[in-house]
């Protein structure tokens, strides 16, 4: 929307909250423009953000907050995390979930740093991306958002920068180690790529439960021999299956506890068929916590989807997450910070007991906030071309100064 004049009230109060992070007003002035762009920009790069605005500075100014102002982006993220502890609705709880997946962020330019050739199993494509695990904490009320995120190099470009090559149970762990050194409560999930013995049993000595995806050819201990587990599953007879509604449909499980090879301490695995008669499952799933009951189990996994599917989406549809041209790892590391807080903002402000001031209804989905926020900065901008129309100013003038 160009023409922006005044910040969104959801900004002003970022703006507020976040001022100690930086030195001058200049600085607060780029964080604002910058997170403005990110919810309402059509094009989310810096010099599309930059165009929003009637009256700023170069975008090179703009290019340089993000590449070269020393300003600590760490800081920034344990600022967000210390606002999001404010609100119940958001607050870290026992009950509360870390889930941690991978996401591929496509780019357009080979020249940005530590970019790579990666494979896209959505799009069945090799592609130019850079590979994230980010954890994500799920809230008892629905409520979720980023916590911290690392980012996988390649063995060459690792080599090439003289750092260690950390692969991606490594850079798993180093997530899990950063939210038991916060003291951040609750369980982990993931899916059957991050289900190795190494971080199942890094995650149990902790004294930490999980909830993983298992793939069928893990080997577990079964009257005295080895044996898949997809093999195991497949010899379950019909009548030892219960039902189950998950989501709302009928399902079918089995649950046993079991020794699993490699992994240093007895697991439950949960088996669930979509109807009662067939023979592979539709899932397998493995928990440390022997004791739970299924529904328990089930409700920890299926905040996976809530904690990554649903930011990865948002974060690329409306916060523009893959949408950086930055060549530097610096600017792309402050932009993926930037969008969370983005998220976190629009996250806070989703499903309030009363609309917000500013929206005028109730919010829902991120997608929905965007176009909020976008209103409410159309709202002003209207504002200001009445008020100055009414102090004289011609529709030329006016015209011009917005679509500078």
Request: hydrophobic fraction near 40%; include cysteine; charged fraction near 30%.
């Amino acid at each position: 929307m160009p023409g922006v004049i005044e910040f969104p009230e959801v900004v002003k109060k970022a703006m507020e909250d976040y001022k100690q992070i930086f030195a001058n007003e200049p600085e607060r002035r780029h964080f604002a423009e910058y997170l403005t762009g990110l919810i309402i920009a059509e094009r989310k790069t810096v010099l599309g953000i930059n165009q929003e605005f009637a009256v700023t500075t170069d975008q090179s100014c703009l290019n340089r907050f993000l590449t070269e102002v020393d300003w600590d982006v760490q800081r920034l993220n344990a600022r967000r995390l210390e606002l999001m502890q404010k609100d119940p609705r958001s607050r870290y709880s026992a009950q509360g979930v870390v889930a941690i997946d991978d996401v591929l962020i496509d780019h357009s330019g080979k020249l940005i740093e530590d970019v790579g050739w990666y494979w896209d199993h959505a799009e069945k494509r090799y592609t130019i991306a850079h590979d994230y695990l980010i954890a994500n904490y799920v809230c008892t009320s629905g409520k979720h958002y980023p916590l911290e995120f690392r980012l996988f190099r390649a063995r060459e470009r690792a080599e090439a920068l003289g750092e260690p090559f950390r692969n991606h149970t490594a850079l798993c762990i180093e997530l899990v180690d950063w939210v038991l050194e916060r003291q951040i409560a609750g369980d982990f999930t993931f899916d059957n790529y991050f289900s190795s013995a190494e971080i199942l049993n890094h995650i149990h000595g902790k004294g930490r439960g999980y909830v993983g995806d298992l793939k069928s050819n893990r080997k577990v201990k079964h009257q005295g021999q080895e044996v898949s587990i997809g093999e195991f599953a497949k010899g379950v007879a019909p009548e030892a299956k219960k039902a189950v509604r998950i989501g709302g449909e009928l399902q079918w499980y089995f649950t046993k506890s079991f020794w699993i090879r490699g992994v240093d301490h007895r697991v439950r695995i949960v088996l669930l068929w979509e109807h009662r008669k067939d023979r592979e499952p539709a899932k397998i799933l493995i928990t440390n916590r022997v004791y739970w009951e299924v529904s328990r189990i089930l409700r920890v996994y299926r905040r996976r989807w809530t904690g990554t599917e649903t930011f990865h989406r948002d974060g690329k549809q409306s916060l523009g997450m893959g949408d950086c041209q930055l060549r530097s790892r610096r600017g792309q590391t402050l932009h993926m910070y930037l969008v969370f807080v983005a998220y976190s903002l629009l996250m806070f402000e989703l499903k309030q007991v009363h609309a917000c001031e500013w929206a005028l209804v109730k919010l829902t989905t991120i997608g929905e906030a965007c176009r909020a926020v976008l209103r409410d900065t159309l709202r002003k901008t209207i504002r200001w071309a009445l008020s100055r129309s009414q102090e004289g100013w011609s529709q030329e003038k006016i015209v011009q100064l917005l679509a500078a």
